[in-house]
């Protein structure tokens, strides 16, 4: 079956302008995920959705980042008024469920989508 | 609060010699923990996890971890290098509260014939 899907793949745009980040997750997957990632680092975590629902937005750097999921299924990252650091990689992962258990292994796995490359100049 | 280092920001081997990389982790409860690796344009693929039990865990293309609680590490290692194993990888914690990953550095991998 088809994996999480992300558009555009490649995204320049002008210091100031919005920009919209779309991710298509696992049909069926409940939890969507989005994280961060700059040249030479690790993927950090900035928000995510069970169903509908923003759980945890506690990575989003600043008010200018948000994400919505309004029909549970696919989300959209935006950007306001981009800056330059703003430039990143923005990966999107889901998975069946994300409300691990302790102790158990009902812990998912996600999966991850091929990352929009983000270019503010 | 949790976090996950990655020593070793490059390592070069040879093909057909083993390998091990390194994750040390920071966490308060009983740790959820992974090995991911990213190919150059592609997306981050699952090679193992850990959640509990048995301390040595297998994963895909040959790749292995093993859980050292005191230590606080779970190093990746295989036994026998392939060329194509040449990526970046990534040891990532997952909080069990949430579900959110708390990704290392990475660990990018070359291999030379």
């Known amino acids: 079956g088809a994996g999480v899907s992300q558009s555009p793949r490649y995204k320049v745009t002008k210091r100031g302008q919005d920009v919209a980040l779309r991710c298509d997750p696992i049909?069926?997957?409940?939890?969507l995920y989005w994280y961060r990632q700059a040249l030479g680092q690790g993927p950090e975590f900035l928000t995510y959705f069970n169903y509908e629902a923003q759980q945890d937005k506690s990575g989003l750097p600043n008010d200018r980042f948000s994400a919505e999921r309004p029909e549970g299924s696919i989300s959209t990252l935006t950007i306001q008024r981009t800056e330059q650091r703003d430039s990143a990689m923005y990966r999107c992962?889901?998975?069946?469920?994300?409300?691990?258990?302790?102790?158990?292994?009902?812990?998912?796995?996600?999966?991850f989508g091929p990352g929009t490359r983000l270019t503010v100049l | 609060a949790q976090s996950v280092t990655q020593p070793d920001i490059h390592i070069t081997v040879s093909e057909g010699a083993s390998l091990e990389l390194r994750c040390n982790y920071s966490y308060g409860a009983t740790p959820y923990l992974f090995w991911y690796v990213q190919s150059p344009g592609q997306g981050l693929q699952l090679l193992l996890k850990y959640f509990s039990g048995d301390t040595l865990v297998q994963g895909i293309k040959g790749f292995e971890a093993e859980f050292k609680r005191s230590q606080s590490s779970f190093n990746l290692r295989k036994p026998s290098v392939h060329w194509s194993d040449a990526a970046e990888y990534f040891c990532?914690?997952?909080?069990?509260?949430?579900?959110?990953?708390?990704f290392g550095t990475g660990t990018s991998l070359t291999v030379i014939p």
């Open positions: 049909s069926g997957h409940v939890s």
């Open positions: 992962a889901s998975s069946l469920e994300g409300d691990g258990l302790a102790g158990t292994s009902s812990y998912n796995e996600q999966f």
């Open positions: 990532a914690v997952g909080s069990n509260t949430g579900n959110q990953f708390y």
